[in-house]
């Protein structure tokens, strides 16, 4: 049962980390798509682009209604600012799903971790019971 237990725990374990990567991934998509709307509004204005290490330069959008979709396989496909939206909105979607779809298989391997414990725990008892009758 001890093994069972830890397998599940290590189950737990991996789809926590897979769960934490699904959220990051939905803020992220989130964020992207405040930017890409902030961008839109902002027409030709200068921005704040970030380079990274905390720092930014001045940048124009020349064409804030073209975005590009890398799709994998370094293929990229060139979308409207809606359109880029609208595939992020899918991705988000496809991601809760997942998401939930985790949540679900985390709170099954969950209730199999507390009856195991239980089990153990009872096991425990059991055997201090005996060993104290045998002892007496």
Avoid: C, W
Wanted: glycine share 8%.
């Amino acid at each position: 049962l001890q093994a069972y237990l830890n397998q599940y725990n290590q189950q737990a374990e991996v789809y926590s980390r897979q769960l934490g990567i699904m959220e990051e991934g939905i803020r992220e998509g989130n964020a992207a798509i405040e930017t890409l709307k902030a961008l839109f509004e902002a027409g030709d204005s200068t921005i704040l682009m970030p380079v990274g290490g905390g720092l930014n330069v001045r940048a124009r959008v020349q064409h804030p209604d073209e975005v590009f979709v890398n799709i994998g396989s370094e293929i990229i496909l060139q979308k409207t600012n809606e359109g880029g939206i609208s595939y992020l909105q899918d991705r988000i979607k496809e991601m809760e799903a997942s998401a939930k779809n985790l949540t679900e298989v985390l709170q099954k391997i969950d209730a199999q971790v507390k009856d195991i414990s239980k089990r153990l725990e009872q096991l425990y008892r059991q055997a201090q019971e005996q060993q104290a009758q045998g002892g007496a």
